[in-house]
């Protein structure tokens, strides 16, 4: 097989033992070559399996197959001579100087760390965040979108074409009641010059929403104006793009706060398509009418008594819905927008939808056979305890004020250690300082989890100095920055490949391998979209770090050879944790 740029240690072995099966058995191609990390770190660094199911499809002795596989696979370049373990595996160990190569490539590229961007481009639509309009933006909409963010982030670092799609709320029959209401409580927010503002547009919803459950007058002209509203009647539009811009400018602020860039698309931008959607999908015999509803049976999910839970696309008062609206949306992201992978990021609750409407869309061919589309759910935010998430009155938190409670928090630890220790740092830096630390550990602590579960959520937790928390990483990023400063490392133009990494001893060996993951991690995260793999990574990596400091000088190591290696180490070591945290949307400090 051909070496692409983008080619891991792992896949350039893998190659290497296909060749090495090829030629010992040429009856047959194809062959697996079954590489993976090693299991346990006496297997050296990775492992083959292939003797095992090959032996047994041929009635052979696995250990012999194995025997003859770690013969007749060439890769001194890369590894020490391969060693057979019982039953039939295959172990390799990488030499140390094919890891001091690599490092070197690494560290003449401080951007990329030697990564390059992958060969087969994609277009990816990531769509994530996604509130709704007059509606609070949860906890949930705020894991959606830091979830999203660095999904993006790790998309665009390995050279793919990445839509940040905020498919916002912003359509649909509760506009009729708020529009109403808005024409009723406050007439003058509509004339041109008006700079009225609603205030809370979340309990001026609740409040249209009372109005809407008592009066039946009420009612029926909240009816009518969903009706004008969809005809494009021009007042309703006004008193629409009224009611969005309020909500849009709440939204940005946490954008900000966060920085996170979307790009807003919400699902007003479908409505001209719905009908188009709903009579394709007839047509095709994809959807079919059911109780007077427009109807796809997809997935064969039992409903109450049995009954198969259809994916409604038209209600049977003739109103679309939120499917209809996926529908719509797929179609275009792979037409228009010529999407090769579409992620969803939203909550667990949603699987079953999304499960239906991918089915569907590949049914009526929306989306090619190849494109893929996949639904990123994650669990629950709940309090310290597994409680509902919600503030000590019962009410739900406002992410602004979550948010800011964090850099209040952060701002007042590192007051305090500034005076335990006696250090002085300008208003301005203590208030970077602050704003840092408090969203990063906000990010962190919700992406360090494996995102299906449920985490819990607390203030002292994620702010500590000690543990997997963003405030450990970026003090970690400080340190070790700092070690290297110290030692006056030339590696201006040209340097940087000159300089021999000695990997004599085994922590010395251990980092340099983790340093070399990287690439790997990336790529697993790329395909399994797990943001903890990234957090678990650079946890690892840190542990490393620390037992290879405690074991080796640096500074004052017994050679300027060693010394100038050990630096190299601590800058490989603190340009992947700042990779890391930028590809997590957290920005490094000089000192915390
Ligand atoms: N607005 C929805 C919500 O708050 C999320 C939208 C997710 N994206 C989509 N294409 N359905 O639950």
Same mark, same amino acid.
């Not at 993976?36 to 032996?55: K, M, V």
């Given at each position: ?432 300082? *602050?704003?840092?630390? +408090? &969203? ?5 602590? !919700? /992406? ?7 985490? @819990? $959520? ?19 990023? *400080?340190?070790?920055? +700092? &070690? ?5 490392? !030339? /590696? ?7 300089? @021999? $990494? ?42 490393? $770090? ?47």
């Amino acid at each position: 097989a051909a070496i692409q740029s983008d080619m891991t240690t792992r896949e350039l072995l893998a190659n290497r033992v296909t060749q090495a099966l090829t030629n010992l058995f040429p009856d047959e191609n194809n062959w697996e070559p079954q590489l993976t990390a090693a299991t346990r770190p006496e297997f050296g660094d990775y492992q083959s399996n292939a003797a095992l199911s090959l032996a047994k499809k041929r009635k052979m002795n696995p250990l012999q197959v194995a025997e003859q596989i770690a013969q007749h696979t060439q890769m001194n370049d890369i590894c020490e001579q391969p060693q057979v373990a019982p039953p039939g595996f295959v172990n390799f160990t990488l030499k140390k100087q094919y890891v001091a190569i690599q490092l070197q490539k690494m560290l003449a590229d401080p951007q990329r760390l030697g990564i390059s961007p992958r060969e087969r481009k994609e277009r990816v639509l990531v769509d994530f965040s996604s509130p709704n309009i007059a509606k609070e933006m949860h906890v949930g909409h705020l894991r959606s979108t830091i979830i999203g963010d660095c999904l993006c982030r790790v998309l665009e670092f390995l050279g793919h074409q990445v839509l940040r799609i905020n498919h916002v709320g912003d359509w649909g029959t509760q506009f009729g009641m708020l529009i109403a209401y808005l024409k009723e409580m406050k007439p003058d927010a509509l004339m041109e010059t008006s700079s009225t503002s609603l205030g809370d547009l979340v309990e001026f919803y609740k409040a249209a929403k009372r109005r809407f459950d008592e009066d039946s007058v009420f009612q029926e002209t909240a009816r009518k104006e969903v009706v004008a509203l969809q005809a494009g009647d021009e007042n309703s539009i006004h008193a629409w793009s009224f009611l969005c811009e309020q909500s849009r400018k709440e939204f940005q602020q946490i954008y900000d706060m966060l920085d996170v860039k979307l790009t807003e698309r919400g699902e007003s931008f479908y409505n001209e398509w719905l009908g188009i959607v709903c009579k394709e999908l007839e047509d095709t015999g994809v959807a079919v009418r059911d109780e007077g509803a427009l109807c796809i049976f997809v997935g064969g999910h039992t409903g109450r008594q049995g009954k198969i839970q259809p994916l409604i696309v038209r209600k049977s008062d003739g109103g679309f819905n939120y499917a209809t609206t996926d529908m719509a949306a797929i179609r275009y992201r792979v037409k228009e927008d010529k999407a090769d992978r579409i992620l969803y990021i939203t909550d667990a609750g949603q699987s079953l939808h999304f499960s239906q409407v991918f089915e569907a869309a590949k049914k009526i061919g929306y989306a090619k056979l190849e494109t893929k589309l996949e639904h990123v759910p994650f669990g629950l935010v709940q309090s310290e305890g597994g409680k509902k998430f919600k503030t000590r009155e019962g009410e739900t938190v406002k992410l602004k004020d979550l948010l800011q409670e964090a850099v209040r928090r952060a701002e007042e630890d590192f007051r305090k250690r500034l005076q335990a220790e006696g250090r002085e740092e300008s208003e301005e830096y203590i208030k970077r300082v *602050a704003h840092v630390i +408090g &969203i990063g550990a906000i990010k962190y602590a !919700d /992406l360090k989890n494996n995102r299906t579960s449920n985490y @819990q $959520f607390s203030y002292t937790k994620m702010l500590s100095l000690q543990g997997n928390t963003a405030p450990y990483m970026l003090y970690a990023f *400080a340190r070790i920055q +700092g &070690i290297y400063r110290k030692g006056d490392l !030339d /590696l201006s133009d040209g340097q940087s490949e000159s300089i @021999q $990494f000695i990997l004599d001893d085994p922590t010395e060996l251990s980092l340099a391998k983790m340093l070399l993951q990287l690439e790997e991690m990336l790529y697993l995260l790329e395909r399994d979209l797990k943001p903890n793999i990234l957090c678990d990574y650079m946890f690892e990596l840190s542990q490393r $770090f620390n037992q290879f400091y405690e074991t080796c000088p640096v500074l004052k190591a017994e050679s300027l050879q060693r010394k100038t290696s050990r630096l190299a180490l601590c800058k490989l070591t603190a340009n992947t944790l700042q990779l890391c945290l930028h590809l997590l949307g957290i920005p490094t400090l000089e000192r915390i």
